[in-house]
């Protein structure tokens, strides 16, 4: 009995192995691979999918991306771009949704479109008549070669970021502003009028310190963290951040010094440094 539950055990293993191995079908990769991208923005977030060719030693744009005609941004299928929330794109009010990301380089000018017709391969297929939105943008003569086509945002901040779309020596930088600060604004609010040991002080403070929104709030909230956290030096950081922001250099002096008194007691390098640098700005 033992051995053909054992036979019936090794038979059921090699059956599903054989399956599985049946029902993978062999592949070849693509020769453009495909990237998914997602930048936290705001209170929501932007995805964009899109295919990467090569140089390859070949001219790119004038070449084999001839100028004046749409291209899909990308390889294989258009590429798309999700906003989770309402964006500002070069100044154009977008709403939140999934679009197609084509482009009609120029030498001196490219033309950006957002394309409500998603799931297109290549630009055979595009319709203007779909267009949500076409801008203008300036594009870059970049030193380092880039092979890769390559989708990327830097300077981001809660309420901005820079999308460049980059290839061999040419960047294109595209600027996009979210639209939600009255909503973040209200968040906070509701958020600081909860249980007191669990108020995002340090998100609070620095939101309003960097969008020059009310200071005389944000300090109000620093001085209720440092009570709170009396030992903590990033709360000393930002109240003589606000000092400083606020006119009152010598507070922001004596703040900054506490700050790196306390760092330097729990070994924090990092907040010694910033608080000196809060010193250093207040003494220019």
Known sequence: MKKTVTYLFTMLIACVTLNTYAQQEP?????????TIIQDFGLGKISITYSRPNVK??????GINPY????????????????????????????AGTYSLFSIPEKNNW???LNKTVKQWGAYSYKQADDLLRFSVKPIDVKEKRETFTIAFANSTTKSTDMYIIWD?????IHMQTDDDAQITANIEKLMQGDIKKRPYFN?????????????KAMQWALEAEKLEP??????????????????????????????????????????????????????
Do not use: C, H
């Open 27 to 35: 592949r070849i990769p693509e020769a453009s691979s495909t990237q």
């Open 57 to 62: 030693g070949r001219k790119i744009f004038g």
């Open 68 to 95: 004046g005609q749409v291209w899909r941004t990308g390889a294989n299928w258009a590429t798309t771009i999700t906003f989770s929330e309402n964006v500002l794109v070069e100044g154009n009010k977008v709403p």
């Open 111 to 113: 033309t950006i479109i």
């Open 169 to 173: 020596r040419t960047a294109v930088p």
């Open 204 to 216: 609070a403070i620095q939101y309003y310190y960097e969008n020059d929104k009310d200071l005389k």
């Open 231 to 284: 030992k903590a030096p990033w709360f000393k950081l930002w109240k003589a951040r606000v000092q400083l922001k606020m006119g009152n250099k010598a507070a922001a002096i004596a703040t900054a010094q506490e700050g790196i008194k306390l760092a330097k007691e729990s070994d924090d390098d990092e907040y010694v440094r910033l608080n000196e640098a809060v010193i250093g700005q207040a003494k220019d």
